[in-house]
C-alpha cells in the first residue's frame, strides 16, 4: 500500500463526486430529507409546551427544560402546593393545561455544591408528554445536578405523571424519535452506492488501466475508495442527524452506531463494487438492497410493542441493519443497556468483519484479471 | 537514472488466455532513442504485448526487460520509467484538462508546476480549465500524451495513438510523437495504419497470430519485400490502334520479362514520356509477408 496513491486517488474521487450530478445528488438526499423531517415535524407538531415552574433561587435548572422544548411557555408558581395542587398525585387522571410541572428548592444549587441532596420535583401530564420523552428531560436534570456538583451525588428526583397513557398510545406520542433514526439508516445507503459506483467508474471508463501502470497498486485504488466513501458517510451521517435533532441520550453511543453504521456501509458497498463491473449494475444492485435500510426502522423503538412478537419480527432479526437501528434508537432514546448494546455492536462488527472478507476475497481474484478489465 | 542502450530486450515472450494463444513467443530489441513500431491486424497481439512490456500483465513465459527493468520482478520501479498512452481514451471526463494532469502529478509525487511543461508540449495550455468532456478526439489524444509524459519517462508506449481521429488530428498526433523522438524519448507504437508506421518508425515489426513475421527498418523491408517498379508516361494509349493522343501510365515489374519487353517496344515506338521508380508501400510489404491485410 501507497499512502501518497491512495491520498491521491481519494482526492481525485472527493472532487469528482461534487462534480458528478448523480453522486452529487446522492450525497445531498439524507440532508434533504433530514431538512423535511424537520419542516413536516415543526408544520404537525408546532403546539406551545405549557410549564408551571416553581423556582425562587432562579436556578439554572430551568434552563434544560426551556431547551428540551422547542416551543414552551413558563408560568411562574407562588409556591411548590401550587404545583403540586395542579397536577395532583402520581397516577391520577385530572384535566390540566399545563405539560409539566417542576419545582426547584430556593437553593437547590447552593445546597448541590454543598454535597447535598436536595429534592426535585417534577410533574408531568402523560397525556401531553410521551415516555421517551419525559426519560430524557429526567437524564437532562440528573446531568445538570451533576454538572453543578460533580464529582458529589446528585440530586434527587421525583417524578409524578398525571393521565398516565397507556402503552400503545405512548409509544406512539414517542414516534417522534423513530425519526431521527429513520433519517440516520437512511443516510447510510449514500456508502453502499457510492463505493461501489466509484470502483465500477474506474473499470467502465477504463481508467483502471491507466491507474495499473502508475504507481498506485490495485489495493491502493481499493482503499482510496473506502476511504472517500467513508469520510462522506460520515460526514452525511453526522450532519443528517444534527439537522434532526438526533443527539439526544446517550450522545456517544450514538456517535458510535454512526461510526459503526458508516462502516457497514461501506463494507457492503465494496461488497458490491467487487461483484459487478458497471455503474449500472452497482446502482440498480444498491436501490434494490436500499430496503435492509429503510425495513428495520419499523421495528424498534415504539413499534415493538405495537407489533408485538411474531415471525416476521423475528425474520427481520436476520439483518444486520437491524441491530443498528436498534443501537441508534435506543442510544437516541437514552435508554440503551449494556446487554442489548453489546449485542447490538457485536452482530454489527461481525457483520462488518464478514462483509469485507469476502469483499477482500473477491477482488484478490479480480486483481489477478484486472488488467483484463 | 542512466538507460541501456538496448531499452526493450523481449525474449520470446508468450502469453496465453485460457486455451487461446494470443502471443506466441516474440523477441525483439528497441535501441534508445528509436521509434519501434509494432505493426498488425486487429487480434494479432499488439495489445497484449504492450501490456506485458508495461506490467499489466504476466508473461505465460519468456522475459523481458524494460528500460532496464525486468517486467515481473521490478514492477514498480519499472512503472516509474514508463509512460503509456492507451488504445481507449481513458481521461475523467468530469475534471478539467488540468486536474487530470494535477491528479497523475499527486500519484507520482511530481511538482504540479510540471502540469503546464506539458500542456505547452501538447499545445493544450489554452484549454487548460475546459472539463475534458468538451474536448474533440485528438485533443483527448493529446491529453493522454501529455498525462503519459508528466514524469519524464525515457520510454513512451503509444498503442494505436491515432485510431479514430480524423486527419488533421492524426497529424497534430503524429506531429507530437516526432517531437518527443527529437527530444530523445524511446518510443514503442503499435498501430494498424501502416502509412503512419512508415512516416514515424525508424524499425518496424510486423506481427500476425502472436508471431513476428518481420523486423527491420521500412526501407529494408521494402527493398527486401516489395516488387520493384517503373511507372512509365506514354503518349497515347499502348492498346489503342487509332494513335490517342492522351497520356497515360503503366506500372511495369522490373521482374517480369513480359514487362520488361512492354517497356522496350515502347522505348522503340517513343512512346515514353517519363519513367519514374515506384517504391513499394509498407502495406503491399505487409501483405506479402504477411499474407494478410493489416486491418
Redesign the interface.
Known sequence: MHIRSILAIARKDALDILLNKATLTLLLTPIFLAVLFVVIGALLGSHTTNALVYNPGKSGVEQIINSAFSDIKITYANSPGNVAATFGPDGTHKNTSYALGLVVPADFDANLRAGGHPQLNLYVDGSQVGNVQSQLLLRALTDYARSVANPQPPASITVATVNPPSPANNDLQDIGQVYSTAILLSSFLVGTSLVPGLLAEEKEKKTLRMLMVSPASFSDVVAAKLLVGLVYQLLLAMVALGIKGGYTGEVPLVLLFVLLGSCFSVSLGLLIGSIFQTTTATGAFSGMISFIYILPIFFVGPFVQLLGSNPFTQLIKVLPTYYIADGAINAIQGQATFSATLLDVSVILASIVLLFLVAVWSLRRQAAVVSTI | MIMPELMIEAQDLRRN?SSKEAVAGISFTTRRGEIFGLLGPNGAGKTTTI?ML????DPSSGSAVVAGCDVVKER?RL??R?G?V?E?Q??????SAR?NLQ??C????LPESRVDEVLDLVRLRDRAKDKVRTFSNGMRQRLMIA?ALLHCPPLLFLDEPSRGLDPISAREVRQTIKQLSDAGTTILLTTHLMDEADQLCQRVAFIVNGRLVANDTPRNLKLAHGQRALLVTLAGDPGSQNGNSALCEMTLSLDDPADQQRLATWMTQDKVRAIHSREATLEEVFIEVAGVRPA
Open positions: 488466455f501490456r508495461t506490467g499489466q500483465i514498480t512503472k516509474e514508463i503509456v492507451f481507449e481513458n481521461l475523467y471526463e468530469r475534471l486536474l491528479f497523475s499527486w500519484l507520482y509525487g498525462r
